[in-house]
């Protein structure tokens, strides 16, 4: 498998968690977002939207979005599981990833941020709209796993929570965010950090770290 | 069960037009958005996050976010499928559903179109970048499935990829953007809107229609 990725992208890193989980290696192949290669060609022919990551499996579809590959690699390879078997606790634990992966990552990733210098906003107002971002859904996950005895955001195994939840703590506090208002997030997050295959896949492990 | 939603909101129509697939009746509850109701207390109670939808189906649990609410109801009415068995197709039609759910509807999103204008952009410019969003989600989407014969995004039945487009398409047509360059798009919503199950989830059907 190929995972076309970048070390600082947090939809990359939840995928990088869920390989190491699932005990599957790739080969990691990394466009600098920074200098736009996610817009070159011949990546765009391999991934439309110009987004990492793209994990190419070995056939002729290449896996786009983050949670979409992560639920394919739970189906595909089930041990560890990524989600409950009991069909409410997975709908609650898609529905944290979510706001993190439709309503807190989107607002704040390269492209909206660039839109947002476009439109004339000063660096300092575009790093507060990314912090505002982060600080409102992160918000909303401390209240939806406020009181799930942990010590993972749903129970004493890591989920797609917390494969959304450790790299989104990350952003936030790129961005300057006081993530110390958050203790149920990093009880979680210390739980998931504490298991290699987050540690392994942490940013700066990468071999394209700066 | 109860559905919290709003006639507009293209979040709530993705989960109306599901229950009806899926044969299933819903008592809706309307929270006027531009009103702010969905910040009341007592609804903040049921969805931590002020955003509509939420499912309540009769046990504790409060089902939120729409891509998760649709899953749950696929696990437990699996009839008619909203997902291919094949799990990689199930992957092609969650990406689909993802880069709308994801990358495009919470870009241009009531919240984020307040904080625009709270940061001083104009009326125009606020419109300008909620049209931007959904012209460069739905060209993804129309590359994604430009390959696929049709005549629904993937293949001869609805998928989640359908339930995010139609409404998606809606939003993109409030902000000015001309659809007609998504041939293939509108070949999908022309399948989907030829059925019940979307024709009564329409925005123009609701009870709370304006």
Not at 37 to 56: D, H, K, S, W
Not at 75 to 85: D, I, R
Not at 155 to 166: F, H, M, Q, R, W
Not at 200 to 205: G, H, K, S, Y
Request: proline share 7%.
């Amino acid at each position: 498998m190929k995972l076309h990725g970048y070390f600082r992208s947090s939809a990359s890193y939840r995928v990088r968690i869920a390989l190491n989980l699932k005990g599957l290696s790739a080969e990691h192949l990394s466009h600098h977002l920074r200098k736009g290669e996610q817009r070159a060609p011949a990546y765009l022919a391999i991934n439309p939207q110009g987004f990492v990551p793209t994990l190419q499996a070995g056939g002729s579809v290449n896996l786009t979005q983050s949670l979409a590959i992560i639920e394919w690699l739970d189906e595909t390879h089930p041990l560890p599981p990524l989600l409950p078997k009991d069909p409410l606790r997975r709908a609650q634990v898609r529905a944290f990833a979510q706001v993190i992966a439709c309503d807190t990552h989107p607002i704040q990733n390269l492209k909206v941020l660039a839109r947002l210098r476009e439109l004339g906003l000063s660096e300092e107002q575009v790093t507060g709209w990314a912090a505002w971002a982060n600080r409102e859904g992160l918000a909303v996950c401390e209240k939806l796993i406020a009181l799930e005895a942990g010590p993972f955001c749903f129970g004493d195994a890591p989920t797609i929570a917390d494969l959304c939840l450790v790299p989104q703590l990350a952003n936030a506090r790129r961005f300057g965010v006081d993530v110390a208002v958050f203790p149920r997030l990093l009880q979680a997050e210390a739980a998931a950090k504490a298991l290699k295959a987050f540690a392994d896949a942490a940013p700066e492990r990468q071999a394209d770290a700066e």
